[in-house]
């Protein structure tokens, strides 16, 4: 095992404190560490100044996923017992694979019942992985009635309530599917994007639905033991045309977060180009790894050990990676979902 594959190679210490609970107004004040990838050099700057280290011919590339109100609390039918669900991903119409608590309640042929009724659910299955694949029974479109009962399937480490569940999903959200946010573009405000086109930044969008493997803790020492569950990826053929676009004209593709890049290397992974395709991706970056496609990353502060760590310690080098994260501890940034962001160039 190499020091790349273990996975305590990748832990840094982080106090409780340095977690945001809570999102920035606007959006843009969020602080921005800026990472040179070559000399490993680092500056403070605000979100809002993103454009002063982007060029004319720049090409932003942004998950327009829309996260899902994917947490459901319910009682079991027969007998009121409680019942929590976490939506992951449709298999079918109607079918979808869901975590829930507690599981041993949730029996093969069990019933459940959500929002007085407007929602009701049967368990089909059990999974690999302990979840359960439920049919789910409702007048209307399902996707109609979980807005209205929903909640926002916010990550554990942040405890204080969301007064407005739009700060948890990106201006440009569109496609729904996701059962946590692409974070990183959780900074932009329609007033930057409109800032960035006016000085000759592109942008275009990819959709990854990002699913709760990506948050998975990697468990084993030995990190290629760790089994990245897919995520579903859908490429257009006017992005695929920008991107080839930008690269020939000597422009730079910078994957706004960690979902953006992993869907740009994996159709690269797996098609040998950027092309139109939609798929399914369970990539696994980190170092050392060839990045094909991507020339600059935006992303918050990950998790200590995750796998988001390790692909941003890929692209940046590990040495520069572990180091930014060491000052961005001491000067007291905010980490994770709702906290700042890192621009590495």
Same mark, same amino acid.
């Given at each position: 095992?190499?020091?790349?594959?273990?996975?305590?190679?990748?832990?840094?210490?982080?106090?409780?404190?340095?977690?945001?609970?809570?999102?920035?107004?606007?959006?843009?004040?969020?602080?921005?560490l800026?990472?040179d990838?070559?000399?490993?050099?680092?500056?403070?700057?605000? @979100?809002?100044?993103?454009?002063?280290?982007?060029?004319?011919?720049?090409?932003?590339?942004?998950?327009?996923?829309?996260?899902?109100?994917?947490?459901?609390?319910?009682v079991?039918?027969?007998?009121?017992?409680?019942?929590? @669900?976490?939506?992951?991903h449709?298999?079918?119409?109607?079918?979808?694979?869901?975590?829930?608590?507690?599981?041993? =309640?949730?029996?093969?042929?069990?019933?459940?019942?959500?929002?007085?009724?407007?929602?009701?659910?049967?368990?089909?299955?059990?999974?690999?992985?302990?979840?359960?694949?439920?049919?789910f029974?409702?007048?209307?479109?399902?996707?109609?009635?979980?807005?209205?009962?929903?909640?926002?399937?916010?990550?554990?480490?942040?405890?204080?309530?969301?007064?407005?569940?739009?700060?948890?999903?990106t201006?440009?959200? =569109?496609?729904?599917?996701?059962? +946590? +946010?692409?974070?990183a573009?959780?900074?932009?405000?329609?007033?930057?994007?409109?800032e960035?086109?006016?000085?000759?930044?592109?942008?275009?969008?990819?959709?990854?639905?990002?699913?709760?493997?990506?948050?998975?803790?990697? =468990?084993?020492?030995?990190?290629?033991?760790?089994?990245?569950?897919?995520?579903?990826?859908?490429?257009?053929?006017?992005?695929?045309?920008?991107?080839?676009?930008? =690269?020939?004209?000597?422009?730079?593709?910078?994957?706004?977060?960690t979902?953006?890049c992993?869907?740009?290397?994996?159709?690269?992974?797996?098609?040998?180009?950027?092309?139109a395709?939609?798929?399914?991706t369970?990539?696994?970056?980190?170092?050392?790894?060839?990045?094909?496609?991507?020339?600059?990353?935006?992303t918050?502060?990950?998790?200590?050990?995750?796998?988001?760590?390790?692909?941003?310690?890929?692209?940046?080098?590990?040495?520069?990676?572990?180091?930014?994260?060491?000052?961005?501890?001491?000067?007291?940034?905010?980490?994770?979902?709702?906290?700042?962001?890192?621009?590495?160039?």
């Amino acid at each position: 095992m190499s020091q790349w594959t273990k996975r305590s190679t990748y832990y840094y210490d982080l106090p409780e404190e340095r977690i945001a609970q809570t999102p920035v107004t606007p959006r843009s004040a969020s602080r921005m560490l800026c990472l040179d990838r070559q000399s490993g050099a680092v500056a403070h700057h605000h @979100f809002y100044e993103l454009g002063d280290f982007l060029r004319e011919g720049d090409l932003l590339v942004m998950n327009d996923s829309r996260v899902l109100p994917a947490r459901l609390y319910g009682v079991k039918t027969e007998n009121n017992t409680p019942i929590e @669900f976490l939506l992951l991903h449709a298999v079918e119409q109607n079918v979808w694979e869901i975590i829930c608590k507690p599981a041993k =309640k949730a029996k093969v042929g069990t019933r459940f019942s959500f929002g007085d009724g407007r929602l009701e659910a049967e368990v089909l299955g059990v999974t690999e992985d302990g979840g359960r694949l439920v049919r789910f029974f409702c007048e209307g479109n399902l996707y109609a009635v979980l807005d209205e009962i929903g909640q926002m399937p916010l990550p554990p480490y942040i405890t204080e309530r969301l007064t407005d569940r739009e700060r948890y999903q990106t201006v440009y959200a =569109k496609e729904v599917g996701s059962a +946590a +946010a692409p974070t990183a573009g959780l900074h932009f405000t329609p007033e930057l994007l409109e800032e960035l086109r006016q000085k000759g930044v592109r942008t275009a969008f990819v959709t990854l639905h990002v699913g709760l493997g990506t948050f998975r803790p990697v =468990k084993a020492d030995d990190i290629r033991e760790h089994h990245m569950h897919t995520e579903h990826y859908a490429i257009s053929e006017e992005t695929a045309a920008l991107i080839r676009e930008t =690269k020939a004209k000597g422009g730079r593709v910078i994957a706004v977060g960690t979902t953006s890049c992993r869907t740009l290397e994996g159709a690269m992974q797996s098609r040998g180009e950027i092309c139109a395709c939609d798929g399914d991706t369970g990539i696994f970056i980190y170092p050392p790894y060839d990045f094909r496609c991507i020339d600059g990353l935006l992303t918050n502060f990950h998790l200590p050990e995750s796998t988001l760590i390790m692909l941003v310690s890929a692209f940046a080098g590990y040495e520069h990676t572990m180091q930014a994260y060491q000052i961005a501890v001491n000067e007291k940034y905010r980490f994770f979902s709702f906290g700042d962001a890192m621009l590495i160039l």
